[in-house]
């Protein structure tokens, strides 16, 4: 039996209820993460191209992710100044300068330390493409197999760029995720589903038995359905849910 | 020592306080399944038989369950084609459809991720009957061992319902899980016990012990219990819990 | 270094700022547990001794435990003959009959499914005594080590009190946890720690390494200990930050 | 590549937003960690050396970590003698008294039984350095390995004192944690760090792979930014997020 395609398009999708810039769905990609277990304390941030110059909204160092609203974002070069916004950045800011400079496709580019990715990232493993959501990342994961310390300056920037290569999830050994997408809406759902990745894999693993892996000519299908009309399900429903909840971040 | 079957019968069984149209109960599910692990963001979806012409009420797609009120349900014919509603139903309808087709008794069909079922999926393996609970599902278990990709079309619900057969629980493998009752609220207490089977048996297997299957003299009696008084003892306490919390889903 | 006994007495335990009756306090069992994990949707029963006849206070059938209030509670007799109370009692009552009939310190029996008790009852395991707190069940665990179905009349009961012996916590093998306490205090402060002590035997095993059981010497000061002065500390605590949440439960 | 030292400097430390005592600051560190599993009912105390002349705020005894005020805290003598307070302190003072006698750098001595820290004292193991967070542990974690039954009297405490030596994060086995800091920001955020290192640990362990330790060389200036600049965020962030909760934990 063959795969077949779908070519559903929506009539009616679930709207938000609520026009929003790119900097308060930035705003919105820490919270609703920060309820998905990116959330080691004040650990972690995430960049977005914030212009055509290339420079970057950026999460303010000190906040963490469950309180940052959208004025509190600061504006940072790819050299890592800021440019504007009351806050600081983080000095590890260079996790993301050197994959926005090579990768037109990474517009928002997060890093934390969620849990389960932090075990395999201990155990020096990838996630695996075991279950359906899994192949929005089919060809798209790097193990980052070396730990260099933090990643404070261009050469080290330059180098974890090149190891990250075009994937759009990424484990750094010993230390947590990466998860690159083309908009907040993207980033956001491949997080989400990168930390329940990493919990399948793991507990996996614990087991001590072989996963069913999905078979390559399976992915190619769920990896565009996952990349179309899931992402605006996924982005809405879980914005709906934020904005009953706390609409200040907004603010 | 011999089982001895109850002869129990309530005299007074606590009430919901509300009357509940079908529709009302559907909607009820999803949230009350919400609470219990059956919540991959967006994923899955609910069908119901809803008149004798066979066709169904479905979950809306691109609403995530726990938003999820009465109004929102979508009636959609056998082929999968909506006759009425406000939103869209998912293209993965199919899942459903061949299996309301053939077996009378599949009033209600549950398919979602939840986690420690999507676990086992991974795994290729079944919840185990080592409890008293899981004895609802004795003789009525199936894996679905092979992953053919999404379920888009007549003839993938087709093989997918052979498969099931006339099991009321199966885990599909790289997939997820399908609990079938023949109402919504044995629907909603077999998908409650089905995920966490899965869980007991996952970390079952995660010690590496032998478990301990119940014998299968004793299963008969207890199945026959959980199919009969506690069935209401379980919808009417859920139902009471999720109404005090968000009445509006009955809207 | 031998072990010091403490001669500690409080000068000024903090009160729980109301006057409480036993029937209240049993209600207050039900939630308390049912926030710790004795939470199989409306699984389980509790009795307590009511009067110098021996006829017992018993779980409401049918109500979920995180719904219970004091004026729920039925009084049934040693027979499991309902003699007062709004509601059925459920038809298991007699898990507990014949360990009241014959253990007078059994004034207060907790029977439910918690998860991390109800996975040792699926892999046929005690807990073991490998931290402070397991020393209250210090010579007093039994393994109910055969499934002979569901509890339903005077034989089964009698069955099940021998197997548990002078037990004041008990694996009931394929089914669930027993607690047992002289007092709604020593029974809830005991079925607290009795499910945690599961979920550390648990953990140890799914890790295949060897466990540190507390040494017999050291065991009995912390027994004694957690028998006097930590109980009333447990109860006052526990009773505070319940009635804050919803003092209905005393009605 | 050379691991880089950052020498960032915040400029604009996002504030709590109101002035704290230290005694107000003792009460919130046992909101915050009860928070994060240092909850095992009202187990656990903490002391502050509060004057010069050596006395120390104490955790109430009675109290569970999630109720404690500022005005609930007790002062005692070196000797565990109560010199000032409502409450008593609890027994096992000594657990804290000859730490504070020995070491200057130990203003905070935090004692609780949180799952994961209590796990990998029923397994003899102390927590792994696998990811950077970790790295304030490097060099500073002591195994006590031995079981002398509770702590409650000068020569157990010396004997303790010995054997935890100048680590600043302390396995007890067969009993739980014990965590050192300068300050009650740096005590707090140990602790968290601490069972969270624990989970990883225990979690890597029943995986049954190798695991990733980070290299010493690279250990230091993450140590060293942990310290800094990153105690004030994570405090100031933890310290927002409680007073918006419940602000009454400073009366």
């Avoid at 009539?11 to 998905?36: D, F, N, S, W, Y």
């Avoid at 995430?46 to 909204?57: E, F, I, P, R």
């Avoid at 750094?172 to 998860?179: D, E, Q």
Wanted: charged share 20%.
């Amino acid at each position: 039996m063959a795969t077949t395609e779908t070519s559903f398009q929506p009539q009616a999708m679930a709207p938000i209820g609520v026009e929003l810039t790119e900097r308060q769905k930035l705003a919105c990609l820490h919270r609703i993460l920060a309820g998905l277990g990116f959330n080691e304390n004040m650990a972690g941030h995430v960049t977005m191209v914030g212009d055509a110059s290339g420079n970057l909204w950026a999460s303010p160092w000190g906040l963490w992710w469950d309180e940052v609203r959208a004025s509190d974002l600061c504006l940072v070069s790819l050299d890592g100044e800021r440019l504007d916004g009351r806050w600081d950045v983080s000095p590890a800011i260079f996790v993301h300068t050197a994959l926005h400079r090579t990768r037109p496709d990474a517009r928002v580019v997060v890093h934390n330390h969620p849990y389960h990715a932090t075990l395999l990232a201990t155990l020096g493993r990838l996630p695996e493409i075991t279950h359906q959501a899994a192949c929005m990342f089919d060809g798209a994961l790097a193990l980052v197999d070396e730990y260099q310390g933090q990643v404070l300056d261009e050469d080290a920037s330059t180098w974890l760029a090149a190891r990250v290569g075009s994937a759009d999830g990424a484990i750094l050994v010993s230390h947590g995720a990466l998860v690159i997408g083309a908009s907040v809406e993207e980033a956001t759902y491949r997080s989400a589903t990168f930390d329940r990745m990493c919990r399948l894999t793991a507990d996996g693993l614990m087991s001590g038995l072989p996963t069913r892996e999905i078979a390559p000519e399976h992915r190619t299908a769920l990896k565009q359905a996952f990349r179309t009309h899931a992402l605006d399900a996924y982005w809405n429903g879980a914005m709906r849910l934020l904005l009953a909840d706390d609409p200040t971040v907004l603010d």
